[in-house]
């Protein structure tokens, strides 16, 4: 599977009007939890996070809030913020305009937030306009770093090396939530928290 772990400078500046990274200010890093709620991960990862007292920022989809509502509580009454990731997990790039706001438009029924993340990273700039007009104070949040636990061709040990080898201030990463990501994420997050600590990191949720 080929994917990029940084995200280069000509995707950040073809989609200006999306959030790559954060001012490295206060020595902060953002690390972001995609397609959850789930069962398993997402209790996992806040009681990694609690461990480490970090926050962190959930881009949940949908139907997931409407099946785990207790799950997703559990994330707001720990502090952390939540994004829109759409209703279903869709590929902006495959879907019509139409389509896809209004799956982002249920989504938003059970997701109180401005933050958006398109799954994939696939959007087109006509459905971040529409977001922006439907979603007062829309942010689309992408990503600087993926830490590759998506990818079931990799280990753990791959995911913590591709955080920290390029890992700075005012970073947004990229872990899952998922049962698909669950064997790399259960290795890779502590061993990425611990060197947040480490480094002096502030660990923060995206607001």
């Not at 994004?83 to 249920?106: A, D, P, Q, S």
């Not at 006509?126 to 079931?152: E, H, N, R, V, Y």
Request: aromatic share 12%; hydrophobic share 40%.
């Amino acid at each position: 599977m080929f994917y990029l772990t940084k995200t280069p400078g000509i995707l950040k500046a073809l989609y200006k009007s999306c959030v790559w990274s954060l001012s490295p200010a206060g020595n902060k890093v953002y690390l972001t939890f995609d397609d959850g709620p789930h069962p398993q991960a997402t209790p996992f990862v806040l009681e990694q996070l609690a461990k480490f007292n970090a926050k962190a920022t959930f881009f949940c989809i949908g139907k997931n809030v409407l099946e785990y509502p207790a799950i997703y509580q559990q994330i707001l009454e720990a502090g952390h913020t939540t994004g829109n990731h759409t209703h279903n997990h869709l590929n902006g790039w495959k879907t019509n305009t139409e389509k896809y706001i209004e799956n982002v438009l249920e989504a938003a029924k059970y997701i109180a937030s401005p933050l958006f993340r398109p799954p994939y990273g696939r959007i087109t700039p006509f459905q971040i306009k529409q977001i922006k007009q439907k979603i007062p104070g829309a942010k689309i949040i992408m990503w600087d770093l993926l830490s590759g636990d998506f990818d079931t061709e990799i280990n753990g040990e791959a995911c913590v090396q591709n955080v920290v080898f390029k890992l700075q201030p005012g970073s947004i990463v990229v872990f899952h939530d998922s049962a698909k990501a669950w064997d790399r994420l259960e290795y890779a997050l502590p061993r990425v928290l611990e060197y947040c600590r480490k480094q002096k990191f502030e660990v923060a949720a995206i607001l």
